[in-house]
């Protein structure tokens, strides 16, 4: 059951769309992908830095990118 919840929740903000970014995993409704959310937070970002600078992102892309 919390496996079936996890898989829907990030695919309400997870798609993937081979003429969007070559196919990467992406925020539904952005450009950004995954791996952006995965090398800024390597780098060092906070998530609240990414947040400021990409103002159309929530919380809740973060965590799905973090789970996915």
């Known amino acids: 059951m919390k496996h079936e919840l996890?898989?829907?929740n990030l695919k309400s903000y997870i798609t993937i769309n081979n003429n969007i970014?070559?196919?990467?995993?992406?925020?539904?409704?952005?450009?950004?992908t995954v791996g952006d959310i995965l090398q800024w937070l390597s780098a060092g970002m906070t998530h609240s830095e990414i947040l400021e600078d990409y103002?159309?992102?929530?919380?809740?892309?973060?965590?799905?990118?973090?789970?996915f």
């Open 55 to 67: 103002p159309e992102l929530e919380e809740a892309h973060i965590l799905s990118a973090l789970t």
């Open 21 to 32: 970014r070559f196919g990467k995993p992406c925020i539904k409704g952005t450009r950004i």
């Open 6 to 8: 996890l898989t829907t």
